[in-house]
């Protein structure tokens, strides 16, 4: 991994050159708000996927803001980040059920944790669905508890999710990235819709120079002469990283010289990652212009920054995606999303301006291609995708939108 000097964590004032003085001062007013109360996030990775991603960022800052915050991480055996990997997918519609001995795994890791946990705050924040049951094992609780869900819940299993109704309605609010998500039979005092954010500070968003940018390709073997076409997502039935090789290839007959870049990392909490790593590696075969960068080959949140960057096109063929950081991450750096029309891609891919929403990976292939054919208009829908990027998701909007639930609350 490369590293350059001048990294370090950007603090909540350090926003200000991004979205000026007075949104920090609102975030400041909504802080001053909840002065002396504390917040305990919980969920159940420190590393990898959107919710460690949001909470890495999101954690100092409210810390910043003045708050007493602290950042739990559940602790759970392969079994048990199997059964949860299951009601994720179910609740994505897959068609699985739990079985009885799941059931109790899945609850009994629940209950190890909230008791070894200190959830005394006066706010619990329960990130998605591995750490939801934590509830019910603290029914003298103090605090106001809040259940984000982050999964595409557009066609969920009802079986699973009746199980997990009787938990999610023991909270004092939810909160959605999208309405589309709301399920009618939810019964709780609130319910919000506030879509995720990235952090345009970071090692994955900030600016970088050219010559690091090339850097990194060349370290990693990628051309900067040639056309790049990159998808940045997990390793995971959701992400269609066959769907994205399928869609590459459709594009090479056009542009023989044309790259894929998988940037694919393994999640803690994600047991399938290997079984998706398999597929998506037998379905490349031994083409050298597919490239899978993983997290176990350096490359991390400067490299996906450079990926991202370099690349003429960003494709996100995730046939389920709650909201799919991966996209507003390429939109920010000026470059079009062709992305499927599912879960919280249309909120960011604004069909013919910010890139093109699509059914199909031929679809995709031709929507990629006349990207590659007009650099002048695909040049100018990265930069619709900028300023959509800037007035909707960036991390100071959803901090804003975070405090003020809570202020909700006082
Ligand atoms: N990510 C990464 N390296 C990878 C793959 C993903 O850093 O190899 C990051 C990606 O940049 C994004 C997050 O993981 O910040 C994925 O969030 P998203 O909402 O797109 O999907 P999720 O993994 O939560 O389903």
């Known amino acids: 991994m490369l ?44 590393y990898g996927g959107g919710v460690a991603e949001i909470l890495r960022s999101m954690v100092p800052l409210i810390r910043d803001a003045g708050l007493d915050v602290r ?60 750490p939801t049951p934590m509830i019910d094992f603290h029914r003298t609780r103090r605090g106001k508890w809040v259940w984000r869900c982050h999964v595409d819940l557009s066609t969920p299993s009802i079986a699973v999710w009746n199980f997990l109704d ?25 319910v919000s819709i506030i879509p995720p954010s990235i952090n345009p500070l970071s090692d994955k968003n900030r600016e970088i120079p050219e010559d690091l940018v090339l850097k990194i390709l060349e370290r990693h073997g990628v051309k900067q002469d040639k056309p790049i076409i990159t ?56 083409d050298g212009d597919i490239h899978i960068l993983t997290d176990l080959i350096g490359v991390k949140d400067l490299e996906v920054n450079a990926f991202q960057r370099a690349s003429d096109v960003i494709l996100q063929m995730s046939t389920r995606e709650g909201f799919g950081l991966t996209v507003s991450e390429g939109l920010w750096k000026g470059v079009p999303v062709v992305g499927r029309n599912v879960g919280g891609i249309p909120l960011q891919v604004i069909n013919g301006s910010t890139g093109f929403l699509v059914d199909t990976t031929s679809e995709a292939a031709e929507k990629t291609i006349y990207l590659l054919k007009n650099q002048e208009e695909a040049k100018k829908m990265g930069e619709n995708g900028k300023e959509h990027v800037f007035r909707n998701f960036l991390i100071t909007r959803l901090l804003r939108d975070h405090l003020r639930l809570l202020n909700g609350f006082t």
């Not at 739990?72 to 179910?90: C, Q, R, W, Y």
């Not at 944790?113 to 706010?123: A, H, P, W, Y």
């Not at 399928?246 to 994600?270: C, T």
């Open 231 to 286: 998808q940045v997502g997990r390793f995971d039935p959701w992400k269609d990283t066959t769907g994205a090789i399928d869609v590459y290839r459709m594009i090479k007959k056009e542009f023989p010289q044309v790259q894929l870049l998988l940037v694919a990392s393994m999640a803690n909490d994600d047991p399938e990652g290997w079984l998706y790593f398999e597929k998506t590696a037998r379905h490349a075969g031994d």
């Open 71 to 130: 950042w739990e991480v559940i602790e759970g055996s392969f079994e048990f980040f199997s059964v949860t990997k299951k009601i994720h997918n179910a609740l994505q519609g897959m068609n699985v059920e739990l079985t009885d001995d799941e059931r109790r795994i899945y609850l009994e890791y629940n209950k190890m944790n909230s008791e070894r946990m200190q959830l005394d705050t006066d706010f619990v924040v329960v990130e998605d669905t591995q």
């Open 166 to 190: 009787e938990y999610i309605n023991r909270y004092d609010a939810a909160v959605f990235s999208s309405e589309k998500y709301v399920i009618p039979t939810l019964k709780l005092p609130k």
């Open 3 to 46: 590293k350059t000097a001048e990294e370090r964590v950007p603090r909540l004032g350090d926003f200000s050159q991004v979205v000026g003085q007075q949104e920090i001062d609102s975030i400041r007013t909504l802080a001053e708000g909840l002065r002396g109360m504390s917040i305990t996030e919980v969920n159940s990775t420190s």
